[in-house]
């Protein structure tokens, strides 16, 4: 039979986090060394788990399957249950058994009536240890056949100085590839921004050294090798995300026996902070980034059979797949990526093509999240990218207002957590997108304006600081309830309105450095970094804040006014730059 996917165990170079593979009770325990469970008499597994369930919903209803069956491997005996969970009704044993499992003979249990019916929802196995020492070495959901026609699939890493962790990944695709079934059918490709990483074509791997025009220029560069290699679908990944190679083989049966030609798959986000919680599974786009269950336990089965319902049923138009893992066909791209640098390249592409995003459990990506990244150059490129997208998809555009709104909420945030340097690169941000693509074009490099940056924002670079040398004093607002200190924050521009407004100097933990309440009734704030060892401090000026605040209203003003005009120039200059011809000659392959 034909895996569509394997059972995962905690591997200690990606998660530990037990109950995202199997939920254990009573006598059972993992066997890190031999990837394996061990369970006494009495002893309980549960697999309705992240990495583990079957996502009936996605497989039968996008997918042409070929019967569905579940496969469990071990030795002793034990009771056997499967479960089917659906939307809105209490979870169905649809098999329960006694069974005896010998070593290299799996049980199989045939559930091809439920694709055949089109049902929808979760399956899962539990386990009953029966015997006094049970080994459950793994398992698997299966179909019998796949189309005479598979996927030629480009696996394309943009890279920039990160040579150890790309090599690293690299080695363990090779490793992969060499025992996946279809292994022949992939190819890996290292696009090398930094000209650094030494990686030797060889096997499956083949490396491109490339300008640095950032992920845009990256996976521009990336989708055009796939083309030319004759690959019917690309996946782009970053070069530091760390990830089980599952994920790979489950996108590629995905795609492999999708009904849709329009089909994608979005890969997961968790962060390296906490591993158990879901940082974002696909998001969409509309005035700001809405990541989806975002905060979501995974440690909880039923918050996690919840989610996977809930991203089966519902697809937000404007849904979009973010470029740690994302992998679509070739065929439905119409336009290329955008030269942002990088940021916004992934949201613009996937609003720009007609994909058809979907999302699997256990596709994901482990990364560090992007308040720890956050920075006044990322926040410059934030705001350039939200106003372009609605500069360039028509299906989000809005009057100049609407669209000008975008830019006041970012810059009103940094100023009210009194980053003031962030909030006068911002403010550029939106003069620099106000003079058209061509300006993106000008500085595709981005080399002056990260020079410039850097020098706007030195007083809110990171330091090395001794958290013991650190205090904080609470005084007046910052003493209140988090309610009061909400609404005192906004009616007064967190005491910029008022001739006191607060002298608490306060220590804020970076995990939370993006809540604007964190800074309502501090003159001063340090920020602390997760590892606790580096730090930046702000501090409140009436001066500075209605400074910028002048300068806001004039640029809304002038926005405006040249609104149509601005519109007009991107309109004329967008298609030009997602072309598959202007990152040909802009990348010397014309």
Known sequence: MITLQSFLTP?????????????????????????????????????????????????????????????ISGQGKL????FHAQEGRSWNVIHSDVITLSAGTPFVIDLSHLPEANADGTLHLTLLALDDAVEITGGRF?????????????????????????RRT???????????????????????????AEIETKGHVTAFDNPNLGGAGGFARGLLEAEEAGSSHCLFMDDDASFHMENIARAYMFLALARDPKAALSGAMITNTHKWRMWENGAWFDGSCHPLFNGVDLR?????????????????????????????????????PFPFFVRGDDINFSLANDFHIHTLNGVVSFQDDFTEKESAQTLYLDLRNHLVQHLTVPEIERSALGTARVAIYFTLRSLLRLHYSTAAVQLMAWEDVMQGPQFFEDN?????????????????????????????????????????RHYWGLLTLNGHLLPYGGESELVVDINTRALVIQAFGAAKVTYLSTSRDKAYTVTRSRRRFFALIWQMLKLTLRFRREFAAVQDKYRDGY???????????????A
């Open 79 to 82: 009771g056997l249950r499967v």
């Open 11 to 71: 591997d200690p170079e990606i998660c530990t986090e037990q109950a995202l593979y199997g939920r254990l009770f009573g006598p059972a325990a993992y066997d890190q060394t031999s990837q394996s469970y061990h369970l006494a008499r009495g002893g309980e597994l549960n697999f309705d788990t992240y990495f583990n369930l079957f996502d009936l919903g996605t497989w039968g209803r996008q997918c042409q399957l070929d019967g569905l069956f579940a496969e």
């Open 575 to 589: 298609k030009t730059r997602t072309s598959k011809g202007f990152w040909q000659k802009t990348l010397g392959k």
């Open 142 to 166: 299966a179909t019998r056949s796949l189309p005479e026609a598979l996927p030629e699939l480009t696996i394309s890493i943009t890279t920039f100085k990160r040579e150890e962790e790309v």
């Open 170 to 196: 690299i080695e363990r695709l090779q490793a992969f590839l060499t025992t996946f079934a279809y292994g022949n059918k992939i190819r890996v490709q290292v696009v090398d921004n930094g000209q650094s």
């Open 300 to 336: 909880d089965p039923g918050a996690v059979i919840w989610m996977t319902h809930e991203g089966a049923r519902s697809r937000k138009s404007t849904l979009y797949g973010g470029w740690w893992f994302f992998a679509f066909p070739i065929e439905q791209v119409r336009r290329h």
């Open 444 to 484: 595709i490099d981005m080399s002056a304006r990260r020079a410039r940056i850097k020098e706007m924002s030195a007083d809110e670079a990171w330091y090395p600081v001794d958290e013991s040398e650190l205090s904080e004093t609470r005084r007046g607002v910052a003493t209140w309830s988090h309610r009061a």
